[in-house]
């Protein structure tokens, strides 16, 4: 079959919906889907019947409430369409159900937003990103709020996050003349992921238990040939990406563009951008195939953030823009954005929400993954900047400093093979090492992990922008002049703000002192940066864009620094664990070997001391490994009580003690007969797919 004949054929989808929908209901539908109208409820038992007739037909038995708790995954629960009929049963799907659940939300992170005793939580639809049917249940995405009303989950937030600069971009938007019904946030994620063979997986329990790992010693060979990037794909990959492209497009997700990344083993996926909604929904479930069909070709996709230490991490790259229903790109510059009063003014507003919340900008994507990748030398470092590239760079440099502005315009260009096409060459280049890069027409945020829910940036995104062209609005409303007004408003903007631009590159040894004499933030661990969140400045403006009371912005932050800390605590037991019951024994087997065949070798008669250099060696290696585990267990063993507290011990005290051990095994692999050591080295997982 043919992609364009199964595209999207799990999804409950615009031309399902017309076709099975009465005309009113379906008009009423996309009106709040467009548009944000309330939703009608009294077109819920239309809309149910239709869906659970159509999931039926594809096979479908159970229905879910899909939600996003705090976990940064997707929770479900199935109950079946069945209702008993005197001895036989109908399958129902009514308008309540379709609306809204009751899970108990007892068992989910909510930081004390709901007692345990007071468990209620209730799921409500959320129309506007579509159901799809999934192994025989149909998924209806929904919010997920307590009983008293706080949002538990990651959607309702975004939800909000949208319709507040909805309002603010039409407002400022308005002052152009520019009248639209709905400025939406578009958005793209890159996603990168390692795929290794399933068998090197389970005989590596930091794998299972982690999902990274906590120990290994540099392959001989890593990724300083760069042959791997955009390298030739290996069979098996090419077969797995094309059954996740294939599985991807049956839920109606936009797979476009898949290629191999720069580490070994190392790949990536890119959709076509769509709605920010839509967009985190779809990679949720991109994230989910990416695993489950991995399983069926034995092999493992790994998405967090750092699974190996010495080769690159993995990202998630999000591209952000604004763009009315009537087709308008608001960070499109055009040709000459100098002469575009709207776009320099939205540029500008752009940049100082950037740098005036720049400390919730760091903490939105910080996790114990992450903090391996920001800050070391491959990904973004942890400090805050906008890259213009040379056309608006030079742009704005023109107006902070007073220089000329010579405007650079696309040229066609040539590779000098006659052949060869002539092709237009873009006004600006890319910079790989800036956090937050103006690409042409949007913005990409390059800071997530890769294993995050694409909401928390674009929340945090969403509602700075809002913020920052609230306060446009409000400065330029009524301005008697107001060409001029805008020009002096932008250009101050621009001034005010213009530490934070940064054009050169992010990984050079220059930049952490330029940063720091700028006064931007260099939050390195996830300890240091979610403090942010607790900041009045940055309290007040989720507050007053209506996107988090005070209340749900504690909670959360207070469940970033709880994950973060469990997360270490998981992987620091695992790592004395398979210290002491694996390493450890392995080193001393091995250390007997060469001491009985140095002994054989006199004539003695075994077994005897560590008597030869390497077994000497190995043998005060392996006690001082023993002691670095004990000192960790100490460590772990005297949390202080309060999640800052601990986490704060967690990054600078557990972790260095974990690397401490590490260096150790690491250096033992590298002395030690392969036969003795018990667990894959980085060349068996990372050379593991043929
Ligand atoms: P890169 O050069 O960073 O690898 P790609 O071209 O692979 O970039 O990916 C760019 C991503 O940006 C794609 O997912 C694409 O759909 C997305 N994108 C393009 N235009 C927009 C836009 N206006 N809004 C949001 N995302 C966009
Ligand atoms: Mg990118």
Not at 12 to 34: Q, W
Not at 487 to 506: M, V
Not at 546 to 555: D, P
Request: net charge negative; aromatic share 8%; charged share 25%.
């Amino acid at each position: 079959m043919r992609v364009t004949e199964f595209f999207g054929e799990n999804v409950f989808n615009d031309e399902v919906m017309k076709n099975s929908l009465p005309k009113e209901v379906y008009r009423s539908l996309r009106k709040t889907v467009d548009e944000g109208e309330p939703l009608d409820t009294s077109i819920a038992g239309a809309v149910a019947n239709a869906m659970k007739d159509w999931a039926v037909k594809k096979g479908a038995t159970h229905y879910t409430h899909w939600f996003q708790p705090l976990t940064n995954l997707t929770a479900e629960k199935h109950d079946s369409f069945i209702e008993p009929s005197g001895d036989k049963v109908i399958m129902q799907l009514t308008g309540k159900s379709l609306i809204v659940g009751e899970p108990d939300a007892s068992s989910f992170p909510s930081d004390g937003m709901r007692a345990t005793s007071a468990a209620r939580g209730y799921t409500a639809w959320d129309p506007t990103s579509p159901a799809f049917v999934k192994e025989g249940t149909l998924y209806i995405p929904t919010v997920f709020v307590s009983y008293t009303g706080e949002t538990l989950d990651k959607k309702a937030p975004l939800l909000k996050s949208m319709t507040a600069l909805d309002l603010q971009a039409k407002r400022l938007l308005k002052l152009f003349g520019v009248e639209c019904r709905k400025v939406a946030t578009t958005v793209g994620p890159e996603q990168e992921y390692f795929l290794i063979d399933e068998d090197v997986y389970l005989k590596r329990k930091d794998l299972i238990l982690t999902g990274r790992t906590l120990f290994g010693a540099p392959p001989s060979r890593g990724q300083e040939m760069d042959d791997h990037y955009f390298g030739s794909l290996k069979t098996r990959v090419s077969e797995y990406m094309r059954d996740l492209d294939e599985t991807l497009w049956r839920y109606g997700i936009f797979a476009k563009s898949k290629h191999n990344e720069v580490a070994p083993a190392q790949h990536e996926l890119a959709p076509v951008f769509t709605t920010a909604n839509v967009a985190v929904d779809a990679n949720q479930l991109t994230m989910e195939l990416m695993k489950k069909t991995a399983q069926k070709h034995h092999l493992v996709c790994l998405l967090h953030e750092k699974p190996f230490e010495g080769v690159n991490g993995s990202g998630k790259h999000n591209n952000w823009s604004l763009s009315t229903d009537t087709g308008i790109n608001l960070l499109d510059p055009g040709d000459d954005p100098e002469d575009d009063p709207r776009f320099m003014l939205i540029l500008a507003c752009v940049i100082a929400a950037v740098d005036n919340y720049q400390g919730i900008l760091r903490a939105c994507v910080a996790s114990a993954g992450n903090d391996h990748r920001l800050g070391a030398n491959e990904a973004p470092p942890a400090i805050i900047s906008v890259y213009l590239g040379d056309q608006l760079g030079a742009l704005v440099d023109s107006i902070v400093l007073g220089r000329q502005y010579v405007p650079k315009k696309a040229v066609p260009g040539s590779i000098g093979v006659p052949e060869s096409p002539i092709f237009p060459i873009d006004t600006t280049d890319r910079n790989r090492t800036s956090p937050f890069a103006f690409t042409g027409n949007k913005f990409e945020f390059r800071m997530l992990g890769s294993q995050a829910s694409v909401a928390d940036p674009n929340i945090v995104l969403n509602t700075i922008a809002a913020q920052a062209f609230s306060d446009a609005v409000d400065a330029l409303s009524g301005a008697e002049d107001f060409p001029k007004a805008c020009k002096e408003y932008t250009e101050k903007l621009l001034k005010e703000h213009y530490r934070i631009i940064f054009n050169y590159n992010g990984y050079g040894p220059d930049w952490e002192p330029e940063a720091e004499r700028r006064g931007l933030l260099n939050n390195k661990t996830t300890a240091d940066a979610v403090p942010e969140f607790f900041k009045q400045e940055n309290i007040d403006v989720f507050v007053r864009q209506g996107v988090y009371t005070e209340k749900e912005l504690s909670a959360r932050a207070n469940i970033s620094l709880e994950y973060y800390r469990k997360a270490i605590n998981i992987e620091a037991l695992t790592l004395a664990e398979m210290m002491k019951q694996e390493v450890y024994p392995a080193v001393n087997q091995y250390i007997a070997e060469l001491c009985s065949v140095a002994a054989s070798k006199r004539g003695e008669k075994l077994p005897c001391g560590t008597d030869t250099a390497l077994a000497k060696r190995l043998a005060e290696m392996n006690e001082a490994l023993y002691e670095a585990v004990g000192k960790l267990e100490t460590d772990l063993g005297e949390m202080p009580a309060g999640n800052l507290p601990a986490a704060e011990k967690m990054a600078h005290v557990i972790v260095p003690d974990m690397d401490a051990v590490r260096r150790l095994s690491d250096g033992m692999e590298k002395l030690c007969a392969a036969k003795y050591w018990p667990f894959p080295t980085y060349t068996d997982i990372l050379y593991s797919v043929k």
